[in-house]
């Protein structure tokens, strides 16, 4: 009997435990495996030691950046580079080009919808060098179960359950990094929280996140601890009504 080819290897590099629960969601009906990991380091030592064959991956992460590891792995002649897609919510015109200079096939910006992520992953493992990548520009959000979950309500809240549970961790992180003057923490935190709160369905607390990144990012201190204030209240407002 003839043996069955093993599925094909995906590798998610994100540090963010709900954009990860995202796209373990989005991808658990494809027949491929997926890893994930939540740092650069972590994403080289598995690089090395599976047969990736699509990397999805942040451009910010903890210890280093999404793109020096894109241009590391079109460095290296020793072994095949895997198919690269960026997934990252912080990406303008200019750094999409570079990118996709430096090998990246694909550039998908965060929030992603589930049809769209589904399109790109099969495309990739399809044979993307024959085909051209699908649009990676999303419309504006209206109803999030439709937007961004093709419909599907059980998913939904599957992932608006783990957002949920991660936003007790946000609130105490943010307090911490407001508390020690820690800009870069407050930065990461709006850079993830923007796409999060997208798909939720909240543009209001989405907005906050984006301004909470912007301010940290040019050293405005003020208006980045006012901002986390109110972006606080909105993440203590939804924590609290999951617990009623």
């Known amino acids: 009997m003839t043996p069955q080819p093993s599925p094909p290897c995906v590798l998610l590099l994100e540090d963010d435990p709900s954009v990860q629960r995202f796209v373990q969601l989005a991808l658990e009906e494809l027949p491929l495996q997926l890893h994930c990991c939540t740092s ?13 064959q699509l990397l999805l991956s942040d451009l910010h992460l903890p210890d280093g950046s999404g793109l020096a590891l894109c241009q590391e792995l079109q460095a290296t002649a020793s072994r095949p580079a895997p198919l690269i897609v960026v997934f990252s919510g912080g990406v303008d015109a200019l750094l999409e080009q570079q990118l996709r200079r430096s090998g ?19 495309q990739a493992l399809a044979g993307p060098l024959y085909s051209n990548p699908p649009d ?30 991660q936003f007790r961790h946000d609130l105490v992180a943010g307090d911490s990094a407001a508390h020690q003057g820690d800009y ?25 996140a984006r301004t909470l990144e912007e301010k940290a990012h040019t050293g405005e201190p003020e208006t980045a601890m006012r901002i986390w204030q109110d972006l606080r209240d909105h993440l203590k407002c939804a924590v609290d009504l999951e617990n009623i």
């Open 40 to 52: 650069v380091a972590l994403a080289r030592d598995l690089l090395r030691t599976l047969p990736v």
């Open 184 to 208: 870069a923490a407050l930065r990461h935190l709006g850079h993830s929280l923007k796409s999060v709160l997208s798909m939720l369905g909240q543009p209001l607390s989405a907005q906050l």
């Open 136 to 165: 990676s520009h999303t419309t504006a959000a209206t109803d999030p179960v439709h937007t961004f979950f093709n419909g599907n309500q059980a998913l939904f809240a599957a992932y608006r359950e783990t957002c949920l549970q």
């Open 104 to 122: 990246v096939w694909q550039v998908l910006h965060k929030p992603v919808p589930l049809g769209q992520l589904v399109q790109c992953v099969e």
